[in-house]
């Protein structure tokens, strides 16, 4: 019977330091500063959701061809950058976090929140 007993504990023994120590979901990775190009930033200020076209800092942004734009979030809920047609989607962006997006072609890009839809902004690229 010790003989089981002593069989038991060291297995016991042998699973948990097979397992190791504790382990957690790996962290998402921020997005990275642009490197070389042109930046501008723009801030989701707190309480943005009642901010309508203010929400966005600044709502009207003109850029040059191959700037990024990088969007932080410093509100307390999440928000999205997304564009009106087809061009970018940030998903949900918790607070503290940002997205990027660096505009290759000429135009106007309008965008919005799609959590808070009446927080609006236009991209400006010459």
């Known amino acids: 019977m010790l003989s089981?007993?002593?069989v038991m504990v060291s297995s016991f023994i042998a699973l948990a330091a097979a397992c190791g120590g504790y382990s957690s979901a790996p962290s998402?990775?921020?997005?990275p500063t642009p490197a070389g190009g042109p930046s501008t930033a723009v801030s989701i200020p707190s309480n943005a959701e009642t901010l309508g076209n203010r929400a966005y800092a600044p709502d009207n942004l003109s850029v040059d061809v191959?700037?990024?734009?990088?969007?932080t979030n410093n509100d307390f809920v999440d928000?999205?950058?997304?564009?009106?047609?087809?061009?970018?989607?940030?998903?949900?962006v918790a607070p503290g976090?940002?997205?990027s997006v660096t505009f290759q072609n000429p135009g106007v890009f309008p965008y919005h929140c799609t959590i808070h839809p009446g927080m609006v902004g236009t991209v400006m690229v010459r």
């Not at 191959?66 to 969007?71: N, R």
């Not at 928000?79 to 949900?92: F, L, Q, R």
């Open 66 to 71: 191959g700037t990024t734009v990088t969007w």
């Open 97 to 99: 976090g940002r997205f």
């Open 79 to 92: 928000h999205t950058t997304t564009s009106d047609g087809t061009g970018w989607n940030s998903g949900a």
């Open 28 to 31: 998402p990775t921020p997005t």
């Open 4 to 6: 089981v007993r002593l």
